[in-house]
């Protein structure tokens, strides 16, 4: 039985988030909406464009490479970080001294900006002085992220994933230890093995955190632009120029602000498409 | 201080949670709310409460109509069945709470606090913290911290419910002491009628968010004006059979019928609903003038003084009650002694036919 | 299947047990023979769930063995004990049918497919799943999926003992006795040694030939419910089972017959040996307590109406007696006195009844 209380005022309450809303998300939204229909050549004259700048965009070759660079990049590093951090969590100790130890070492990478998480893993990742680019030298691998596009990848994905993946395993582990000790007797005295255990008690019991994590990283690595752009500055050529690196140069670089700002409104619709198949399938999948 | 509801409804949504309902609480004894889960009895505390605003109609307190007034400006106090205490607080801070609030001060709270806690037995564990309390105590400093406030209207919503069932008894015998007398009005919610009347006071019977009946407890009991209050009021579940009364004879089917009986004999000729309550179909012991029917056991609940038999009568189910322990196997046929004197017969209508 | 045996048992949480506080266990001696239904009953912390640990292994005891049989399993994992347990919170594999429910611990054993659905057809009838086997798990009510936890344990033929942990916390008040009638009738059907933990007397009492009576770590009594009932063999087995529970007065012996604040209290039973005891007790049950011309003069303080039956408070001096008088007998008003049924009153020394 619903135990809601309908009070009109509380609204008033809201006021204040509506007000901060509008002037931070909603006014700049309908501002770039507004620049990626029309055209103006400065003294607020403007133009109306329709959806020219649309179907340029979405067949512009840049548009698509730096989409397909995007799309790999995501998938690459949910494919790694999402087992990896789950296996972590099942590896973390449940209870005793030791939790509290992971569990602020996983938190550590979390709590470093930004651009300091690219600055850093510049300096470690240089051939010369870099302790991880002098190792890899050392041991026979020809290794300079400056200059290879396969080195900067390697990289950036490393990085990404020291980054982030203790944001999967401190949701998993706390999905985890939600799951009361009966289960696993239960699961003991069913003569379930390590597998069987995992796969139908720990797995199901994940899938809403798992759910939650997924679009975290999707979103967050979707939209990623910081720490590459540090690291490598989209390089070497454009190998590692995600869409937000390119955004960025075509609406800056270039000034461009109109097929920029188309440009950054099919982005928008992209993580907003994906994010609710996604989501959608996980939760039918719940109710059946 | 009297507590009355005027034609309150509450819906949300589509759905109706209390339908009209009218109801004026004795100041006093107990109000006791009895009702199955989901039959209403929540809802209705927190329209009582004022944390749910009826859809219609309105709530009057000493004469005051205070429907749409806030929660925090009556004076009311509630207790729930989770065991809710501040967990950071010693119980001495925690049963102070509601006066500090209130802005008393200095001597006045140490006093009330030790009086209530003497009340309650909770003087040794006042610099405890409830987390180091057994469900009991937790419990009664929930209900010492409804009881120090002096509110004018105390809610108990199924208090007892999650403790152990010595330490409801326990609690129970104590209760009515605890609240009586200071011009409270006190609202009781329960599922099981065996807690109503032991507390005693009057009772509302609830069923799908309607009030069937209000009145004292013991008389609601003993005479029910309809079959949804004889059946909301009995744990085990009263026997209901569809019988036809043609002369002297109550026919149950067309092998088994019964003589009528003193009672059943002032019946017109027609056909009735018979309810008749477990304690009144005991294993048969062949005393004189008593109906005895056979039936297939389906279990034997022991109580630990009482014994509870669910057996199959007819494609029905029926329930003995009886004291003593009498442990029948499933499976067995068994003979059981009804008391046709203690039946009740209602109309087809559902209410009581007073013999 | 085999007898299960507790040797010497004893079990601390601490390191260094020094006092009798320190025991969670106090030694245990206890044979289980094959086939039997036994119930642990105790309030909480009385040691009943260590014991159900120990005998599942997921516990190893610090003194003394268990034994299954003639093998010594003390030290022996749970998984290879053939042991099934059914918990408090239903466990179910979400993402599986209710047929691959039952069918995972066969499958996990290795067992061919053919038998796997032989046996998991014949024990889904058992529990009246048939119907629902294609159904998925996750959406199931509760009660249905306690009866897949059970049918887990059911399905296999090499269980020695399948153990409930308090199985009916999380069903429907109403629907309880439907799964006690099914677990009865299982139990008659199957005879595996079924052993039912529970701090509620109605489900121990319900469900086991023998009952296992725990408090503060030690087996108080070991009886059938009759037994429990009628010559409960510590005060406390008097006062936990039944409601109301057993009178326990305080008493002297002389000449060998027990007397109570200057009345003699005639018995039936053994008083002998009384006198060297430090706290001598009589023991009567309210329901063998009546009121009499002659006896015990004392006070009606109270009586609550319960229906069916009502409990008289009568105080006499400082000592509050109970009794049960039924429904329409007098209670009288002034001169009361009362008297005890002398085959239901027996005499306790230091707690224990004497024999």
Known sequence: MSTKTVNQRAWLFVLPVVLLVAFNAVIPLMTVVNYSFQETFGDNVFFWEGTKRYEQELHSERFHAALGRQLAFTSIILVIEVPLGVAIALAMPKRGPWVSVCLVLMALPLLIPWNVVGAMWNIFALPEIGLLGRTINAIGIDYNFTQSPVAAWFTTVLMDVWHWTSLVVLLAYAGLCSIPDAYYQAAKIDGAGAWATFRYIQLPKLKRVLTIAILLRFMDSFMIYTEPFVLTGGGPGNATTFLSIDLVKVALGQFDLGPAAAMSLIYFMIILAVCWVFYTLMMRGEEQ | MTLELRNVVKRVGLETHIHDTSLTLKEGGFNILLGTTLSGKTTLMQLMAGLERPTAGQIWFNGADVTGVAVRKRNVAMVHQQFINYPHLSVFENIASPLRVAG?????????????????????????????????????????????????????????????????????????????????????????????????????????????????????????????????????????????????????????????????????????????????????????????????????????????IHFELGGRTWVSQSHGIHPFRVGDAARFDVAMEQCLYFGQDGELFAA | MSQISLKDLRHSYVAQPAGDDDWALKRLNIDWSDGGAYALLGPSGCGKTTLLNIISGLLAPTEGSVWFGDKDVTNIAPDLRNIAQVFQFPVVYDTMSLFD????????????????????????????????????????????????????????????????????????????????????????????????????????????????????????????????????????????????????????????????????????????????????????RPEFVSFAEDGIPVNIVKVADAGRYRIVDARHGETVIRLLVSDGEQVPSDGARVRFDPAHTQVYADGWMIT
Request: aromatic residues 4%; proline residues 6%.
């Open chain 2, 104 to 308: 008393v001060r200095g001597g006045e709270v140490t006093e009330r606090v030790g009086k209530v806690a003497d009340l309650l037995k909770l003087t040794p564990m006042l610099t405890r913290r409830p987390g180091e309390l057994s469900g009991g105590q937790q419990q009664r400093t929930a209900l010492a911290r409804a009881l120090v406030k002096d509110a004018g209207l105390v809610l108990l919503d199924e208090p007892l419910a999650n403790l152990d069932f010595k330490l409801r008894e326990e609690l129970r015998d104590e209760l009515p002491k605890l609240f009586e007398g200071h011009g409270r009005t006190v609202v009781y919610a329960t599922s099981e009628p065996v807690e109503a009347l032991l507390l005693g006071g009057h009772c509302a019977t609830l069923h799908e968010g309607r009030v069937t009946q209000f009145g004292e407890t013991a008389k609601v009991y003993r005479a029910p004006q309809d079959l949804r209050t004889a059946q909301v009021f009995s744990d085990p579940p009263i026997n209901i059979a569809e019988i036809i009364k043609r002369g002297g004879k109550l026919v149950l089917s067309d092998e088994v019928s019964w003589p009528a009986g003193e009672r059943a004999a002032a019946l017109p000729d027609g056909t009735y609903t018979l309810g008749i309550r477990p304690h009144h179909v005991s294993p048969a012991a062949h005393e004189p003038g008593e109906v005895s029917v056979e039936g297939r056991v389906l279990v034997t609940e022991l109580s630990g003084s009482e014994s509870v």
């Open chain 3, 101 to 284: 429910n039952l069918a995972f611990p066969l499958r996990n054993r290795g067992v061919p497919e053919p038998q796997v659905d032989a046996k998991v057809r014949e024990i889904a009838e058992m529990l009246d799943l048939t119907g629902m086997l294609q159904d998925r798990a996750s959406g199931l009510t509760a009660d249905a999926k306690q009866k897949i936890s059970l049918g887990r344990a059911l399905v296999r033929t090499d269980v020695n003992v399948i153990m409930f942990d308090e199985p009916l916390t999380v069903i429907d008040p109403h629907l309880k006795w439907i799964l006690r009638s099914k677990l009865k009738e299982l139990h008659q059907a199957i005879g595996t040694t079924m052993i039912y933990v529970t701090h509620d007397q109605t489900e121990a009492l319900t469900f086991a030939d023998q009952v296992v009576v725990m408090h503060e770590g030690t087996v108080v009594q070991t009886g059938t419910p009759v037994e429990l009932f009628e010559k409960p063999r510590h005060t406390f087995v008097g006062h936990f089972i039944g409601s109301p529970g057993m009178n326990v007065l305080p008493c002297a012996v002389a000449n060998g017959v027990p007397m109570f604040a200057g009345t003699q209290v005639p018995t039936d039973h053994p008083v002998a040996g009384a006198e060297s005891a430090a706290r001598l007790e009589i023991g009567v």
